[in-house]
């Protein structure tokens, strides 16, 4: 029974059984891409988006400067296509991690081409807060700082993890394009072999593989949103 | 002022007190400021419940705003307590804040949190231990009668219990002043009710100030004592409220006693030409007002009618109680031979009764 279906396996997908351990070694370099970038990502896109919150005009800490600084900074690296990002921060990768390529050498432009996304959709997930909780924060002799804590954060944890969801899912997209540039991973795997030498059930395999990832963080961030909302 | 609501301390006190704030908005670049709030000046006693109304945009929001400084004024002092608020640093402001509660139109409960942690809320560093803050919770919810939704979520709430919670919870740190924003403005009228007797209730209870902000006059004319009209950033008649309503004196004021009062039909009454104001000939149509100190326990109108051989036909009446006073009036149609109706209005007169005629069918002499 499981050798007949390691047969059929071989027939519908003969390049790939050839190849499995690159292919586990693929999936595993994106994911090890995937949890980096994501975390370094959330954690710096969560500080910008709060700040771009308290700073801009009206927010609870009104600072023109940080604001405007940090708010065309961001739009800034947006607006800078990622496959440029990529090849332009090699240097900086080079500084930081000691190399511009395999999994270590794509952090850096990971990072800079998702914060940037990150930051804005914290923001406008904290947007969502509505003004009167923050007056009534303030109005109870809350200071600024556990305004953040305890009335954005707090309040926002169903929009936060929304947003989570949407980066880490654009983040995969991002991953694989990195590997055009010799990081490795499932992007770099579907580009060698299924386009370079049109073998077509590596892209299918690689497809699949993606859309199954892609279904499971979504559906995660849904529950998590959903029992965060009352 | 009798001493029934509040404490008996001998002499008014001045809690709070305002003195020419200002406070401006650049509400469209280029354009010069608009004053929200423009030289305003008032203080609040120790104790009372102080109303503040005017049309939506007069700047009342904002002036109350400028007492626990959610507004910072341009200019002018705002003192709590003899404390000049806008000269604390930050930290004494926010210490000083929770000595201030405030309930908004909105209620502004925290969705994520549920009743019991939305009153919890202020009561972080505040000294108390876990055990103790339960209890205090307990205590506030049942205070506002509200003991068994303590794990209800806000969402599961309806209007009136959600004010009850915002009142806990601006109550948890045992405040001195309790600011509320149009706190009834978005309840049905006989929720409106039920948490007007209840501020009362805690006015009374606590001896919390309050200074309660409305558009809404029935509101100021149940619970306040004094209040303030204000209009375009200003406050242009304050005083008793019982001299408000009696003798209205500014345009604004009259608008909103107006709204309040059935007596305004008359007017409508007298355009349309209504069968019930057609007056035949020798017939004089007075409107008769009760103020103050109207001996309202003595039957006016029908020691006049007696008196003086006139009848008084009621066309429209309208008396209420506000502050323990009854105020309003009558509009009637008085019958009788001329001489004997100017003594019958005279009489009245005498009796503190407003007389004013509003349409003389007699022939003139």
């Known amino acids: 029974m499981q050798e007949s279906l390691l047969e059929l396996l071989k027939a519908w997908l003969p390049n790939l059984m050839k190849r499995l351990p690159e292919f586990w070694k693929a999936t595993c370099d994106t994911l090890l891409m995937e949890v980096w970038a994501g975390s370094i990502c959330f954690a710096l896109g969560l500080v910008f988006g709060i700040v771009l919150t308290v700073t801009k005009p009206d927010g609870i800490m009104e600072n023109r400067p940080v604001y405007q600084t940090l708010d065309k900074i961001i739009n800034l690296f947006r607006s800078i296509p990622f496959i440029i990002l990529l090849t332009a921060l090699m240097p900086l990768s080079r500084l930081i991690m000691g190399t511009a390529i395999y999994v270590r050498g794509v952090i850096v432009p990971l990072v800079f081409g998702a914060t940037p996304f990150f930051s804005r959709q914290v923001e406008s997930a904290l947007a969502q807060t509505d003004k009167g909780l923050i007056e009534a924060a303030l109005s109870m002799g809350s200071s600024p700082f556990e305004i953040i804590f305890r009335v954005y954060l707090r309040e926002s944890v169903a929009p936060i993890v929304r947003a989570i969801t949407i980066t880490t899912i654009s983040l995969l997209g991002l991953t694989a394009m990195a590997g055009a540039v010799g990081a490795g991973g499932l992007g770099d795997f579907a580009i060698r072999y299924g386009h370079d030498r049109n073998m077509v059930d590596i892209t299918w395999v690689t497809v699949v593989v993606l859309v199954i990832a892609v279904s499971i963080v979504q559906w995660l961030g849904d529950r998590l949103a959903r029992k965060h909302t009352h | 002022m009798d001493g029934g609501c509040r404490p008996l301390t001998g002499e008014e006190q001045d809690l709070i007190e305002l003195e020419h704030v200002v406070r401006t908005f650049c509400s469209v670049p280029d354009k010069p400021p608009v004053a929200a709030v423009n030289d305003v000046s008032l203080t609040v006693n120790d104790g009372e419940i102080f109303g503040i109304i005017g049309f939506s945009g007069a700047g009342k929001s904002t002036l109350v705003r400028c007492i626990n400084l959610l507004e910072r004024p341009d200019s002018g002092s705002v003192k709590i307590d003899g404390v000049e608020m806008t000269a604390l640093k930050p930290r004494d402001l926010y210490r000083a804040r929770r000595k201030i509660g405030m309930i908004f139109q909105q209620f502004n409960l925290m969705p994520s949190r549920t009743v019991g942690q939305n009153v919890a809320y202020p009561l972080k560093g505040s000294g108390l231990t876990r055990e103790q803050q339960k209890r205090k919770v307990r205590e506030l919810l049942d205070l506002v009668e509200i003991g068994d939704k303590v794990d209800a979520y806000p969402s599961e709430l309806s209007g009136g219990q959600k004010q009850r919670v915002a009142i806990a919870r601006a109550l948890a740190n045992d ?38 902000i409305t558009h809404e006059m029935e509101v100021v004319k149940t619970i306040c004592r004094r209040a303030a009209v204000m209009d375009k950033g200003e406050i242009v008649e304050s005083g008793n409220i019982l001299d408000i309503f009696s003798e209205p004196r500014h345009p604004m004021t009259k608008n909103f006693v107006r709204t309040t009062s059935h007596l305004a039909k008359l007017d409508d009454l007298i355009r349309e030409g209504s069968p019930m104001v057609q007056l035949r000939e020798g017939e004089v149509l007075v409107r008769l007002t009760y103020y103050g100190q109207t001996k309202v326990e003595e039957p006016l109108i029908s020691s ?20 323990d006073s009854m105020i309003g009036g009558t509009v009637a149609i008085v019958q009788g031979d001329s001489g004997k109706i100017d003594g019958a209005l005279q009489f009245l007169r005498d009796k503190n009764v407003k007389v004013k005629v509003i349409k003389d069918a007699r022939i003139p002499a």
Not at chain 2, 186 to 204: C, E, M, S, V
Not at chain 2, 304 to 323: C, S
């Open chain 2, 175 to 212: 405040p001195t002043i309790l600011l509320c924003d149009e706190a009834t403005s978005a309840l049905d009228p006989q929720t409106t009710g039920a948490i007007l007797r209840l501020l009362k209730d805690l006015n009374r209870s606590l001896g919390l100030t309050m200074v309660v």
């Open chain 2, 304 to 323: 006049a009618a007696r008196r003086f051989d006139v009848d008084l036909n009621i066309v429209l009446a309208d008396v209420e109680i506000v502050a």
